[in-house]
C-alpha cells in the first residue's frame, strides 16, 4: 500500500492533481466528459505554471548565487527549494502518510460539520510530511511525529476557513480557498501588520495598488516594464554583461505576462468543480457552504503579487547579506516569494508599498527560522537519501523559515504532547467557533 502511494505521489503535481480531481468530480456528479476535461485544463494550466514559474528560478537563482560569490559572503546554508523539500517529505514511510491521513482528517471534518474546506489539492499535504518529518529529526518518534502531523492538518484547515472571505473579496475567487502550507501562515503575519499598518502616519494615506502606480507613473508602473528593469539591475548587480542583464530583464517581463493567462487556464478547469461541489453540499446539506481547498498557484498572477514578489527578490537577497546569523544563501525558494506573500497582498487589498513593508519583515523572520531549523532539514534529507550533491547543510527557505514550522520544531524541543495538543485543541476550537457558533449567529 506504502508503495502505491508513494509511486502515486511521484508522478508530481501536474499528473496526481488531475487525476484527482477527475475523481472528485465524478464523485460530486459531474459529467464523466466534462470531469475529465477539467482535469486535463487544470493538468495542463499546472504545467504551464512550472514552465513559467522554472523560468523564473533559472533566472533570479544564478543570478542571486553570482551575488554572492561576487560579494565574497559566507553562508553555508544552501537553499534547494520546494522540489527538494517535497521529495524530502515524502521520501519516508511517515511521509507517505501524509495524503491518507491529510483526506481522513478532511473527512472527519467534514462530517462533524467543522470545515468549509474540501481539499482537493492534496498533492500539497507534504508541507504537513514535511513538519512531521522535522519533529521526527528532533524526538526519532514515529507516533510523536504522526500526532504532529494531524495537528497540523487540522491548524491548516482552520487556515483555509478563516481566509476564503478574503480570498474570495480580493481575488474574486468564489468559494475558493487556499490551505496551502506556504501561503496560509503569511495570512496571520498579515492581520497584525496591517493594523499597525493602518496607524502609522503617512504609510496610511498611501494609496499602492498597481493601477494607482500605473497611472502615476505611466509605463514605469506597469508590472511588465517593473520587471524588465528589475532583472537589469539584478544582472548588473550579479556582475553580467549588458547583454545577459537585458536578457535576465526579458525574462522577468515574461514571467510578469505569462503567470496571469497560466493562472487563467487553471481557473478554467475547477470552474465546473465549484460549481459540482456546491450543488452536491446543497442537495445533501441545504444551508451548508462548501470551498474547494486549492493550491495558491491560482493567485500568483495576480498584479500587485507579480510586482510586490519580483520587488522582494532583490531584498531577500539583501537580507541574507546583512543579517548578523543569517546563513542561508536564497536560491531554489526565490522563486516561491510569490507563496508566501500572496495572501498578505489580499490582506494589505493590493497594496504594493504595505505588501513589500510586510514581506521584508517576514522574509527576514524566514531567513532567521530557516537558518535555526537548518541542521533538521538536513537530517531529514539524509533520513529520506535524498542526495544532497556537495552541500553539507541545505534548507527549503520559504517551508522551512515559516512560523507553523518554528511553532512544532520548539514544541518537538520543548514537550511534543503538551504543546501539539494545545495547538491541536485551539485549532479545534476555532473551526467550532467559525463553523458552528459564527453560521449559526448569522
Known amino acids: 500500500m506504502f508503495d502505491f502511494v508513494q509511486k502515486f505521489i511521484d508522478l508530481g503535481p501536474s499528473i496526481v492533481l488531475p487525476i484527482l480531481i477527475f475523481i472528485f468530480a465524478l464523485i460530486l456528479g459531474t459529467a464523466p466528459r466534462r470531469a475529465f476535461k477539467a482535469g486535463l485544463t487544470v493538468g495542463v494550466g499546472f504545467i504551464g505554471l512550472n514552465l513559467v514559474t522554472g523560468l523564473l528560478g533559472d533566472s533570479i537563482g544564478p543570478a542571486a548565487q553570482q551575488m554572492v560569490e561576487r560579494f565574497g559572503l559566507s553562508l553555508n546554508v544552501v537553499d534547494v527549494g520546494w ?28 462530517l462533524f460539520g467543522l470545515t468549509k474546506t474540501l481539499m482537493v489539492d492534496i498533492w500539497n499535504f507534504w508541507h504537513a510530511a514535511f513538519v512531521a518529518s522535522l519533529v521526527f529529526a528532533v524526538t526519532n518518534n514515529f ?74 507613473f505611466g509605463i514605469f508602473g506597469d508590472t511588465t516594464v517593473m520587471g524588465l528593469m528589475i532583472g537589469i539591475v539584478m544582472g548588473l548587480l550579479a556582475n ?60 500568483v498572477g495576480h498584479s500587485a503579487v507579480l510586482s510586490s514578489s519580483l520587488l522582494l527578490v532583490p531584498i531577500t537577497i539583501l537580507l541574507a547579506f546583512i543579517l548578523p546569523g543569517n546563513k542561508v544563501i536564497p536560491f531554489g525558494d526565490l522563486a516561491t516569494i510569490p507563496y508566501a506573500v500572496c495572501l498578505m497582498a489580499a490582506v494589505f487589498k493590493g497594496n504594493i508599498v504595505r505588501t513589500v513593508l510586510g514581506g521584508t519583515l517576514y522574509m527576514a523572520s524566514i531567513l532567521y527560522i530557516t537558518s535555526w531549523a537548518a541542521p533538521l532539514v538536513t537530517a ?63
Open 240 to 299: 553580467y554583461s549588458i547583454g545577459d542583464s537585458l536578457q535576465l530583464g526579458v525574462q522577468l517581463a515574461a514571467v510578469m505576462v505569462l503567470l496571469p493567462r497560466m493562472v487563467a487556464l487553471l481557473m478554467e478547469g475547477l470552474a465546473p468543480i465549484s460549481e459540482s461541489a456546491n450543488e452536491f453540499v446543497q442537495k445533501r446539506f441545504p444551508g451548508r457552504e462548501l470551498n474547494i481547498g486549492m493550491d495558491s498557484a491560482l493567485s
Open 380 to 442: 531529514a534529507a539524509k533520513a529520506a537519501n535524498f542526495g544532497m550533491g556537495n552541500n553539507e547543510s541545505i534548507t527549503a527557505m520559504i517551508e522551512g523559515g515559516l512560523w507553523p514550522t518554528w511553532l512544532f520544531i520548539t514544541a518537538a524541543k520543548v514537550n511534543v504532547w503538551l504543546i501539539i495538543t494545545i495547538v491541536l485543541v485551539a485549532s479545534l476550537a476555532g473551526l467550532y467557533y467559525v463553523n458552528k457558533v459564527k453560521t449559526k449567529a448569522k
Open 83 to 110: 522540489p527538494a523539500a517535497s521529495a524530502i517529505s515524502y521520501g519516508t514511510v511517515l511521509g507517505s502518510l501524509a495524503i491518507p491521513v491529510g483526506i481522513g482528517v478532511n473527512i472527519i471534518l467534514l
Open 143 to 216: 507516533s510523536q511525529s504522526l500526532y504532529a502531523m494531524v495537528a497540523y492538518l487540522v491548524m491548516i484547515y482552520l487556515l483555509g476557513d478563516l481566509i476564503a472571505p478574503t480570498i474570495g473579496e480580493f481575488y474574486q475567487f468564489p468559494n475558493i480557498t487556499f490551505p496551502h502550507g506556504t501561503s496560509a501562515p503569511g495570512f496571520i503575519i498579515a492581520l497584525p501588520l496591517n493594523w499597525l499598518f493602518d496607524r502609522i502616519p503617512g504609510l496610511n494615506k498611501i494609496e499602492a495598488s498597481p493601477e494607482t502606480i500605473q497611472e502615476k
